[in-house]
C-alpha cells in the first residue's frame, strides 16, 4: 500500500490566491514526522515545513501551513498569496520511528503546481 | 552558513562503468542519506549514514555502496551501471536524532548512463 499519496498530479492558482496540495499518509507507527518539499526545475529540494506526529498545533512557516488532521491521516499544504515563483513540483514525505536517529524520508508522487498571472 | 553540497552536478557513463558521488552535510549535521530520483518519480531512499556507520538501506541492489567519512562528508558508489540508474541523485543532511528534525537537501547530481 501507497505510504504517501498526494492525488493532484497538477493544480493551477491564480497569483495572490491561496491553494491546497492534498497529501494522505499511512503508517501504524505513533512516532512520525511529515514534510512539504518544494523542487523547482532546478532539481534542488527545498524544505517548507514540518509537522510531528505528536504536535498539537498545525506548523506554519511564513506563508506556509500544514493542515494536520491526525484521525484522518492528511497533512495538506497551504499556500497563501501564490506567487509565480511558487510554480514547482511539491512533494509530501513522511519519516517514522521519528523519535529514533532513523531518518529514511518516504516521498510521494508530487504535485505540479502552476501559478497564473 | 553553506549549505549541503554535492560534486558532480551532472555526469554521463557509459553502461557498464562504476561512478563515485559526492556529498558534503551542513555544518554541525551528523547524518547524510542518499536519495534516488528517476524523471516523473518522487526521490526513493537509498541509504544513510551515521559516524561512519551504516543506519538504514533502502530497497536498492548490492551495486550502491557508501561510506561516510571522519569529517561526516559521504561518497555513493554505484557499480556496473545500467541505463536504469540514470537519475537525480539527492543527498540529504540531518541531526543524527532529536529536534530539529528538518532534513536538507542538496542541488543533487544528475547521472546519465548511455
Known amino acids: 500500500a501507497q505510504k504517501i499519496t498526494q492525488t493532484q498530479p497538477g493544480m493551477f492558482v491564480q497569483e495572490k490566491e491561496a491553494v491546497t496540495l492534498d497529501c494522505t499518509y499511512d503508517?501504524?507507527?505513533?512516532?512520525?514526522?511529515l514534510f512539504w518539499y518544494k523542487q523547482p526545475s532546478s532539481g534542488e529540494m527545498i524544505f517548507l515545513i514540518y509537522?510531528?506526529?505528536?504536535?498539537?498545533q498545525n506548523a506554519t512557516e511564513g506563508r506556509y501551513s500544514l493542515n494536520f488532521q491526525k484521525a484522518r491521516k492528511s497533512a495538506n499544504l497551504v499556500i497563501s498569496a501564490s506567487q509565480l515563483g511558487d510554480s514547482a513540483m511539491y512533494f509530501c514525505?513522511?519519516?517514522?520511528?521519528?523519535?529514533?536517529?532513523?531518518?529514511?524520508?518516504?516521498f510521494g508522487s508530487g504535485t505540479r503546481l502552476q501559478v497564473q498571472p | 552558513d553553506a549549505g549541503v553540497t554535492q560534486s558532480p552536478t551532472h555526469l554521463i557513463k557509459t553502461r557498464g562503468q562504476h561512478v563515485t558521488l559526492r556529498c558534503s552535510p551542513i555544518?554541525?549535521?551528523?547524518?547524510v542519506s542518499w536519495y534516488q530520483q528517476v524523471l516523473g518519480q518522487g526521490p526513493q531512499f537509498i541509504f544513510q549514514?551515521?559516524?561512519?556507520?551504516?543506519?538504514g538501506r533502502g530497497n536498492f541492489p548490492d551495486r550502491f555502496s557508501a561510506r561516510q567519512f571522519p569529517n561526516y562528508s559521504s561518497e555513493l558508489n554505484v557499480n556496473a551501471l545500467l541505463l536504469g540508474d540514470s537519475a537525480l541523485y539527492l543527498c540529504?543532511?540531518?541531526?543524527?536524532?532529536?529536534?530539529?528534525?528538518?532534513?536538507?537537501f542538496g542541488p543533487g547530481t544528475r547521472l546519465t548512463v548511455t
Open positions: 503508517t501504524s507507527d505513533p512516532s512520525y514526522g
Open positions: 540529504a543532511s540531518s541531526l543524527y536524532a532529536g529536534a530539529p528534525y528538518e532534513q536538507y
Open positions: 549514514y551515521y559516524e561512519k556507520e551504516e543506519r
Open positions: 514525505a513522511m519519516r517514522e520511528k521519528e523519535d529514533t536517529g532513523r531518518r529514511a524520508l518516504t
Open positions: 555544518s554541525g549535521h551528523k547524518s
Open positions: 509537522q510531528g506526529s505528536y504536535d498539537q
